[in-house]
Each structure stands twice: as structure tokens, then as C-alpha cells.
């Protein structure tokens, strides 16, 4: 049996599972077509291949609690990138994601820095309550 040992690579990207903020839920099969879409979309544009695992998830903050899910990947043995052309990739694919989906933010992390996507700074999901 072979072995290949690479540097870990590691990022998480959450999305919500309602499109915008209304209660229009984005079912799981959907939330793949749209991620296998983006992944060819991804591999034509910079010829890299993202695999990707989809976890549903909650994020619960402040009164809100918004069905979720996560979308992993990590450096791929089998196929390695340098790893500025996978945070590009990540990156491009994540923003590909939030126009199909109809989201305003998403957050990605890496385990060296956390990105914010925004699309208007202004909007907030309703459940959010801070109390005055």
C-alpha cells in the first residue's frame, strides 16, 4: 500500500440554507447541483478540482437560528495545489455559490485567516435581535 503525506490544508465555508433572508428553505439536492455546477465552473475557469464534503449545520447567534450548511475542503492528496490558487479557487467558487443561492454573506476559514463575503453590509437577518 502507497503513501503521500502533504502539508494539511484545510477551509469551511457557511452557507444558509434559505435563500436571502427569506423562508424559502434551498433544499440539500439543490444546494449540490448548485455546488457541482460551480465545481466544473471552477475546474474550466482555473483547471482546478475541488472536492468538497456538505454538512448541514445551524447557526445560532443572537436570536437567529438559520438551518445551514457547511461546505469543507481540504488539500487533496491525490490532486495538490499550491495553496494561493486553492483559496482562489475556494474563493471564486463561494462567491459563484452566494449569487445562485441568493445569500448576502458568507464566511469561509481557513486555518490562517477568516473571510468575510458580503454583498450589502447593510442587511441583517431578521431573527438577529440585539437587545437595546
Sequence with gaps: MKH????????VAT???KKG??????????FKKAVTSA????????DIKLSAKISPCSIIFSGQDE?????SFIQYP???????DLKNAILQLCENLMEKLHQNRVVIVYDDETIMLEQNEDQL???INFPS
Design 4 to 11: 503521500k503525506t502533504i502539508e494539511t490544508f484545510r477551509a
Design 15 to 17: 452557507f444558509g440554507a
Design 21 to 30: 433572508y427569506s423562508e424559502e428553505m434551498i433544499p440539500i439536492s439543490d
Design 39 to 46: 465545481q466544473k465552473e471552477i475546474n474550466e475557469k482555473l
Design 67 to 71: 438551518p445551514s450548511y457547511d461546505l
Design 78 to 84: 491525490k490532486f495538490p495545489y499550491p495553496v494561493t
Design 125 to 127: 437577518d431578521p431573527g
